[in-house]
């Protein structure tokens, strides 16, 4: 996960590096012309945050926010499903549960740094996050080898948009917007329960 929260005003940033790890359940309803149809959920640990890049002094700060994320993709495949090669696309709402989030600083951190903060912007320091359910949508593109005994191996890269704001953003509020936006890279293995009988799917 490399992750930059969206703020206005605008604090400047540098990409926050998590990890992602869950289940994954994908059905595949239809095969038309080649085209391989497929719904997939996934129920996701995910570290999301941001990493302030701080150019007036040598203060540092990182604040990673732990959550649960639930992704639910409507999914495109082209090529084989049973053995082989395939590349696909999907894309989904996605909606998460701030579970915990945690603060990293280093430097002086005095008085005299936080007064060059740029618009002096320094209300998130220590703020707690405010609401913690979160949506957003949930994109990608990858691809998929599959073989018939050990199951499907797939690699792809994803983009998450958050819609929502993890601070309060009424117009007596500092922010009017504090919302995650993600690189996602994931690994998954996913192992057929049940498999279509039908002889001619490849």
């Not at 996050?129 to 599959?146: D, H, M, P, R």
């Amino acid at each position: 996960m490399l992750n930059k929260v969206s703020f206005n005003p605008t604090i400047l940033q540098s990409f926050h590096g998590g990890c992602t790890f869950g289940a994954t359940v994908r059905y595949t309803c239809e095969k038309y012309f080649g085209i391989i149809c497929a719904i997939q959920a996934e129920f996701d640990f995910t570290q999301l945050g941001w990493k302030e890049k701080i150019e007036t002094s040598s203060d540092t700060y990182e604040r990673t926010v732990n959550y649960f994320h639930i992704p639910a993709f409507a999914r495109i495949g082209f090529g084989r499903e049973r053995k082989g090669v395939q590349g696909y696309v999907l894309i989904g709402p996605q909606i998460g549960f701030c579970i915990g989030d945690s603060e990293t600083r280093g430097g002086e951190w005095s008085e005299e740094t936080l007064n060059k903060r740029p618009n002096h912007v320094v209300e998130q320091y220590d703020l707690p996050i405010q609401k913690k359910f979160e949506y957003g949508i949930c994109g990608g593109l990858g691809f998929e080898v599959s073989n018939p005994k050990v199951g499907h191996f797939q690699i792809e890269g994803r983009y998450y948009y958050g819609l929502s704001s993890i601070f309060d953003d009424s117009k007596a509020d500092r922010f009017s917007r504090s919302a995650n936006g993600a690189i996602i890279a994931k690994v998954t293995w996913l192992y057929d329960v049940i498999k279509t009988k039908n002889p001619k799917i490849r």
